[in-house]
């Protein structure tokens, strides 16, 4: 059975840092494309950062320079490490698993992200 559970969300003043994590289980972590995406009130959910199996990252314009994707293999794990926050970043953040060979898709339960202004 196929579980994320994302970690790490909160509130912070503008300009700061947070780190969110994903802790995957009942998948081989290694094999799996991983995302992050956010849902702000009233918006539809959208793609932040993605990071492929071979760890090529790629990231929304908007947070670009600010926010990095990662993932530790070993710890069945991604992060998302946000710097330089702004309150336009306030959102639901949520991961994503895509798992081979038909690339079905999971989602986490999602974690606030509160940036005040």
């Known amino acids: 059975q196929v579980q994320l559970v994302e970690s790490g969300g909160g509130l912070v003043q503008a300009g700061g840092s947070l780190r969110l994590s994903c802790a995957a289980s009942?998948?081989?972590?290694?094999?799996?494309?991983m995302g992050w995406y956010r849902q702000a009130p009233g918006k539809e959910r959208g793609l932040v950062a993605s990071?492929?199996?071979?760890?090529?990252?790629t990231y929304q314009d908007s947070v670009k320079g600010r926010f990095t994707i990662s993932r530790d293999n070993a710890k069945n794990t991604l992060y998302l490490q946000m710097n330089s926050l702004k309150s336009e970043d306030t959102a639901v953040y949520f991961c994503?698993?895509?798992?081979?060979?038909?690339?079905?898709?999971?989602w986490g339960q999602g974690t606030q992200v509160t940036v005040a202004s």
């Open positions: 990071i492929s199996t071979g760890g090529v990252s």
């Open positions: 009942g998948v081989t972590f290694s094999l799996s494309a």
């Open positions: 994503k698993i895509r798992i081979p060979p038909n690339w079905a898709a999971y």
